[in-house]
């Protein structure tokens, strides 16, 4: 399932480590849009969680993901599956400006809710699922995927925890993705369906910043967007950037768009450069150009080492494994709710602030 030449089917897949045994934790799947319910689903897999509804009213998508997991079984609505005890969490990759809708509903039902980045297109569907975390206790969890299913990225973090750089002052990101226009759902280019670059690919970003900077709280010092080459699809925005500073005044630039090259071997060359007081990182997530077409690449250097680590099958994605006990346990070690939303937050408020400048 894993696509490299295809960013909206990327799937990766790790290795086995479960936290729950078969049926102790049981998922629904609804809202096949994106592809990314691919990855969710393989990572919900390997941390022991059993899928176990899917509701899919296209028949398309429906065969499709019941083609890649037989085991599971269709349902024929989304009643049938929030009314059900058994089910514990909803995943789903629905319409960006329908995902907290969707989940709104599920944690109303008494269930917790996973769905694709970005989890919000607007700041007052942000302010709508906060009331409704806060009513019914139930998590609103999100999958950040080029941090939270990249072994380079997943390495990072711990390289950092572990002081290995000194406290991280500087965080560039670069997510270039490639647009393959023909093969994107109508959704895609309407910029109300998907809220910007800005709050779409821009989220992963953000949540990287404040995860390796330790930042709860953060400010849009800059942010713009354009549309350099196409336009043919007016409300798409191929390209934007954006400046921000935390709250312990470590700064963050990141830079995305859709003009991955025809000849890379995967779909984006996404890179993360973290400066330390003691160390520096680079993240060469997806390929090596020119080197290696294989991924998970991370630089380390400090004061008595230059490393190079190839990760692939290395680090393992602890986050699946970690959401599914906090979500059982009531803790917060996946990442915690008000991370989640301090990142949606601070990507609308780069969109809403961003000068159009082409």
């Known amino acids: ?10 799937a990766p897949k790790g290795t086995s480590n479960k936290v729950v045994g078969p049926g102790e934790y049981n998922v629904a799947v609804t809202a096949l849009d994106h592809g990314h319910i691919y990855g969710m689903t393989n990572g919900l897999i390997e941390a022991g969680a059993t899928i176990k509804y ?27 599956i929030l009314t059900d005890p058994s089910i514990q969490m909803v ?17 109303q039902s008494g269930k917790d809710y996973f769905t694709d980045k970005t989890g919000f297109t607007t700041r007052e569907q942000l302010e709508e699922t906060k009331r409704v975390v806060t009513e019914t206790g139930k998590r609103y969890f999100i999958y950040f995927s080029e941090r939270l299913h990249v072994e380079a990225a997943v390495k990072a ?3 950092i925890e572990a002081g290995e750089i000194g406290e991280v002052i500087q965080v560039t990101g670069f997510g270039p993705h490639r647009l393959d226009s023909d093969k994107r759902p109508d959704w895609f280019f309407e ?24 930042n709860k709280e953060a400010k849009v ?20 950037d954006a400046t921000l500073v935390g709250e ?10 859709w003009f991955t090259p025809d000849a890379l071997p995967t779909w984006g060359d996404g890179r993360t450069f973290i400066t330390g007081t003691k160390g520096t990182i680079e993240l060469r997530k997806y390929t090596n150009v020119a080197t290696e077409e294989t991924g998970d690449h991370l630089f380390l250097v400090t004061a008595d080492k230059v490393e190079h680590m190839s990760l692939t099958g290395q680090v393992g994605f602890p986050f699946f494994g970690q959401m599914i006990l906090d979500a059982i346990n009531g803790t917060e070690t996946a990442m915690t709710q008000d991370h989640i939303f301090k990142a949606q937050e601070l990507c609308l408020m780069a969109q809403e602030q961003a000068l159009k400048v082409h």
């Not at 899917?54 to 049938?80: G, I, M, W």
């Not at 995943?91 to 944690?107: D, E, F």
């Open 157 to 159: 973090g711990e390289l």
């Open 248 to 257: 312990n005044g470590a700064t963050f630039f990141f830079k995305v768009d």
């Open 1 to 10: 399932m894993v696509s490299k030449q295809d960013g909206m089917n990327y």
């Open 191 to 214: 910029k109300e369906k998907y809220g910007g670059i800005l709050t779409d690919i821009g989220s992963h970003q953000i949540e990287q910043f404040l995860t390796y900077t330790g």
């Open 91 to 107: 995943a789903a990759a629905a319409v960006p400006n329908v995902r907290s809708t969707i989940g709104n509903k599920v944690m």
């Open 221 to 240: 010092l800059h942010s713009k967007v354009a549309n350099y080459n196409n336009p043919d699809k007016p409300e798409l925005e191929d390209y934007g």
């Open 54 to 80: 899917l509701y899919e009213p296209n028949e398309e998508k429906r065969k499709k993901y019941l083609d890649t997991y037989p085991f599971v079984d269709a349902v024929d609505s989304l009643e049938t």
